[in-house]
């Protein structure tokens, strides 16, 4: 289970891609720099290209945008010079990477707070989920009705798709969840 509640990007947010990112590909906690290029490609398989690794890298926040390329992030101008050649590359690579993780074991990644969700976090969840990708990946997003506003066909991709729309409680089933929440 992948845990991950996205943030108003005023209220500190953004970080959700890495947080979806270290938990999909199972990263241990502090990997030393020079292993860094190594474990993203075990994460990204055979197929790896430098670019998928480089723009891992820049989302984990492992090397900085506009950093100088170096040879174990090679690949990293290239995204930067083409327009959205580095979200669609990132996209690619991590829905890969949990489609990779979610292959040795099903995943089930709860988001919450959807709505805030960057666009990148949604992008790699609906490519992860891709109906002709057949990968065992449960994703439930929960968020407020003005989600389908902002996104209205989100998810419609995926093998399996259902909206759910709740309504608020009534005034004595709210009063009674307060009771039991304090």
Known sequence: VIDLRARELLAGG???????LVEAMGLPAGVEREHRPTVLRECLG???TTEAVA??????G????NAEETAEFAGLRVLEAAPFA???TLTVAAGEALRRRA????ICVVLDDAH?????????????????ARAPIFVCALSRPVFREIRPSWGE?????????????DAASAAALCRALL
């Open 14 to 20: 953004g970080d959700c891609v890495r947080e979806l």
């Open 116 to 132: 805030h969700a960057d666009d990148a976090t949604l992008s790699i969840l609906e490519y992860a989920t891709l109906a002709e």
């Open 103 to 106: 292959a040795k074991t099903p």
């Open 157 to 169: 991709r995926a093998a399996r798709y259902e909206a759910v729309e709740l309504e608020p409680l």
């Open 62 to 65: 492992w090397i900085a945008p």
């Open 46 to 48: 055979p197929s790896s």
């Open 55 to 60: 723009a891992l890298a820049l989302a984990l």
């Open 86 to 88: 580095l979200r669609a």
